[in-house]
């Protein structure tokens, strides 16, 4: 008998040393149950603001269907530049310091792809975003996961990253507000960071999509506008969280010229240009959405106080979130594993949220929760989860 193929042995190794996504394992299978509330996947629950699909309507009309410069429309970049000019005053050239592309997954990607070598590695405070690691991988390069605690609110300092720094050591990738912990890192935290990448001259990474989200005192801090920063930071940023514009998959890249023209180099090779329908609704978004974007951040916020409020009084170690609109409580109490939780959670109460697990090794003994959806839906999570911890603990 012929010997088959074995196609898996012909795979790149990169791409079988990674695991699927473990956001979306427990909604694969909540997708099969009846009466399922999900706290999992981070898309807000708003429709995108009706002027933004307007305008996005309005340029279907007058038929405005083609590519656009690789780099995005100019009259987009320019928005972006004015808006950081604006709040953070920050000066980016449209011409040269702004890629456009698509969602902010692209933009990390070919970062990635643009400065790393094979066997560089890259410090990743974790818990984090699930693409942090896999990018890093895919592009040759080696992640270094820097544990980050609850006990400091999930924030990070020079101190520990220095315990992890070695000659290969190049780029510093952060994620403030953080996915999956809600955390942020106050001014005075990020200029430590800065002095701790111009002293180890690092190429920082700085994914800023949910900067936008932010709640209490603290503002937003863009890392790029720090002393010294913005030639070395690859800044990140898009338009799906703050203005509920998941599915238009579009976002950017902020950095010096030398290093966006080399992004630029990979995006018109791969994507070519960001969609112009999308590219056209950003620009709305930009000059006329902050009301709406205010309006849905300061329904995050109650959302946000309701569900830490419910979760700490249920007996769970809890810190409460600052940013983004996740929650990312300690589970260690139950005896059960985050994996194990999420699943007994799904099966026994109809709760989907995401174990810790699946945002690095150091994300184990928590789990995540989105309140990304409607006060009546969390209610009745935290209810459900009551009952279960009620009955199931081990």
Not at 101 to 123: H, N
Not at 227 to 254: C, D, H, V
Request: hydrophobic letters at 40%; one cysteine or more; charged letters at 25%.
């Amino acid at each position: 008998m012929e010997k088959k193929n074995d196609w898996n042995d012909r795979l790149s190794p990169g791409v079988r040393s990674i695991a699927p996504s473990g956001i979306r394992k427990f909604f694969d299978i909540a997708a099969q149950m009846d009466d399922v509330i999900s706290l999992g996947v981070g898309e807000p629950d708003f429709v995108t603001p009706w002027s933004i699909r307007e305008s996005c309507v309005y340029g279907l009309e007058q038929g405005y269907t083609s590519y656009t410069a690789n780099r995005g429309l100019l009259e987009l970049r320019e928005e972006i530049a004015r808006r950081y000019h604006q709040v953070y005053q920050t000066d980016y050239d449209p011409q040269t310091d702004i890629l456009v592309t698509v969602g902010v997954s692209e933009a990390l990607d070919i970062a990635m792809r643009a400065i790393l070598s094979p066997g560089d590695e890259v410090l990743i405070p974790e818990p984090c975003y699930v693409s942090y690691q896999a990018c890093t991988i895919l592009a040759g390069g080696v992640p270094i996961a820097v544990p980050a605690k609850i006990e400091k609110e999930f924030r990070i300092t020079p101190e520990e990253l220095e315990q992890h720094i070695t000659p290969r050591t190049k780029v510093l990738l952060i994620g403030y507000p953080n996915n999956p912990t809600g955390a942020i890192m106050t001014r005075k935290d990020l200029l430590a960071i800065a002095d701790f990448a111009e002293k180890h001259d690092l190429i920082v990474i700085s994914d800023e999509i949910y900067g936008d989200l932010t709640y209490g005192e603290e503002e937003h801090v863009c890392f790029s506008s720090l002393p010294n920063m913005q030639e070395r930071t690859i800044l990140l940023n898009g338009f799906s969280k703050a203005y509920a514009m998941t599915g238009w998959r579009i976002g950017y890249a902020l950095g010096n010229p030398d290093i966006i023209a080399a992004m630029t180099k990979i995006h018109q090779y791969t994507m070519l240009c960001a969609p112009i329908t999308a590219q056209i609704a950003a620009v709305e978004a930009l000059r006329h959405g902050e009301k709406y974007m205010k309006n849905m951040v300061s329904e995050y916020d109650r959302r946000r106080r309701l569900i830490y409020d419910g979760l700490t009084k249920m007996g769970l170690e809890c810190f409460e979130p600052k940013g983004a609109f996740y929650i990312f409580p300690s589970i260690a109490s139950t005896g059960y594993t985050s994996n194990e939780f999420a699943e007994a959670l799904l099966k026994a109460e109809h709760v989907a949220l995401v174990p810790g697990s699946a945002f690095g090794s150091c994300g184990e003994g928590h789990v995540r929760c989105s309140y990304a959806t409607s006060i009546d839906k969390i209610s009745e999570a935290l209810n459900r989860m009551e009952n279960f911890l009620r009955n199931h603990r081990r």
